[in-house]
């Protein structure tokens, strides 16, 4: 059975910093390209970052060198690391499975709710 857990959102203020979690199921992580993706109120899904399982990542312009995405084979962990939050970067984000470093795979989280404030 495939699961991927998110944690570590909450409420920030501006400038401010988070990390996600995305705990995911072996089978899904060990041979898989992982990512976040995230959601604003009204708009589509958009991707956010990827990571291959070799390391490799894409990120989307509006996160470069402000997020870090990373893996951790050994417990079936991703993360993002959030620094210089802005308030557009409200958005449910979701931690997906599966995909390449550029689209998304099949499988998905139940996200977490991330919210800065100005």
């Known amino acids: 059975q495939v699961q991927l857990v998110e944690s570590g959102g909450g409420l920030v203020q501006a400038g401010g910093s988070l990390r996600l979690s995305c705990a995911a199921s072996?089978?899904?992580?060990?041979?898989?390209?992982m990512g976040w993706y995230r959601q604003a109120p009204g708009k589509q899904r958009e991707l956010v970052a990827t990571i291959t399982t070799g390391g490799r990542t894409n990120y989307a312009d509006s996160v470069k060198g402000r997020f870090t995405i990373s893996r951790d084979n050994a417990k079936n962990t991703m993360y993002l690391q959030m620094n210089s939050l802005k308030p557009e970067d409200t958005a449910v984000y979701y931690c997906?499975?599966?995909?390449?470093?550029?689209?998304?795979?099949?499988?998905w989280g139940q996200g977490t709710q991330v919210t800065v404030s100005s």
């Open positions: 997906n499975g599966g995909g390449t470093r550029y689209y998304h795979g099949d499988y």
């Open positions: 072996r089978s899904i992580f060990s041979t898989n390209t």
